[in-house]
């Protein structure tokens, strides 16, 4: 899929810079929304860990973790940072079975085109146990392409709905814009949803 590794080739070449930019960036109250839905020392997976910033944080709450990304550098230096190792793999192979109590999915999906978002989103679906939630969140608007260098999938409420209704087993459970969280980026916007297991 040439527009996944466009994607992949930019992390790669950008990963310190990333790491930088986004390590210390505040998800505290995102995070929280996704943890309500969870028991204490829940098992979670960080789908697209980036930096390990949100790995990290959810393991020093107490919670067992595991962590992926597709690229290998990032990989790397979130292995670092969050004290743990975090599996270099691509989206599209991952194949868990009912295992993870929550899967955090932010800002990673949106890279992916929507026919292999789907696709993988049921695959998340079914590596959720039952009555497991997933948090994903994408730019908000309906631009899909190539935009700075990576492909982007945006998201708004119809294009949420459309999706869970498309992956079978996976019913929404709240969905709500916010504004972007880093530095700097005065309206752009996000989309947010919660997805549960039925």
Same mark, same amino acid.
């Given at each position: /899929?040439?527009?996944? /590794?466009?994607?992949?080739?930019?992390?790669?070449?950008? @990963?310190? !810079?990333? %790491?930088?930019? *986004?390590?210390?960036?505040? %998800?505290?109250? *995102?995070?929280?929304?996704?943890? +309500?839905?969870? !028991?204490?020392? #829940?098992?979670?997976? +960080?789908?697209?860990?980036?930096?390990?910033?949100?790995?990290?944080? %959810?393991?020093?709450?107490?919670?067992?973790?595991? #962590?992926? +990304?597709?690229?290998?550098?990032?990989?790397?230096? #979130?292995? $670092?940072?969050?004290?743990?190792?975090?599996?270099? /793999?691509?989206?599209? $192979?991952?194949?868990?079975?009912?295992?993870?109590?929550?899967?955090?999915?932010?800002?990673?999906?949106?890279?992916?085109?929507?026919?292999?978002?789907?696709?993988?989103?049921?695959?998340?679906?079914?590596?959720?146990?039952?009555?497991?939630?997933?948090? @994903?969140? %994408?730019?908000?608007?309906?631009?899909?392409?190539?935009?700075?260098?990576?492909?982007? *999938? $945006?998201?708004?409420?119809?294009? *949420? !709905?459309?999706?869970?209704?498309?992956?079978?087993?996976?019913?929404?459970?709240?969905?709500?814009?916010? /504004?972007? @969280?880093?530095?700097?980026?005065?309206?752009?916007?996000?989309?947010?949803?919660?997805?549960?297991?039925?």
């Amino acid at each position: /899929m040439r527009c996944l /590794m466009k994607t992949l080739d930019y992390y790669e070449s950008n @990963a310190k !810079e990333y %790491f930088k930019k *986004t390590v210390n960036v505040n %998800f505290a109250e *995102t995070r929280a929304a996704f943890l +309500d839905n969870l !028991e204490d020392g #829940a098992y979670i997976l +960080d789908f697209g860990c980036g930096s390990g910033r949100d790995a990290k944080a %959810f393991k020093d709450a107490g919670y067992r973790v595991d #962590a992926l +990304d597709g690229s290998a550098e990032l990989c790397r230096l #979130a292995s $670092d940072y969050a004290k743990m190792e975090v599996k270099h /793999m691509r989206f599209t $192979d991952f194949h868990e079975k009912e295992t993870y109590d929550g899967i955090w999915a932010c800002a990673s999906l949106l890279h992916l085109p929507y026919d292999a978002l789907k696709e993988v989103v049921g695959r998340l679906c079914a590596g959720l146990k039952e009555n497991g939630i997933l948090y @994903a969140s %994408f730019k908000y608007g309906n631009f899909e392409g190539v935009r700075d260098g990576r492909y982007y *999938t $945006d998201f708004n409420e119809e294009k *949420t !709905e459309r999706l869970l209704r498309e992956v079978p087993g996976l019913q929404l459970e709240k969905q709500w814009v916010s /504004m972007d @969280a880093l530095p700097g980026r005065d309206g752009v916007r996000w989309m947010n949803f919660l997805g549960r297991k039925r």
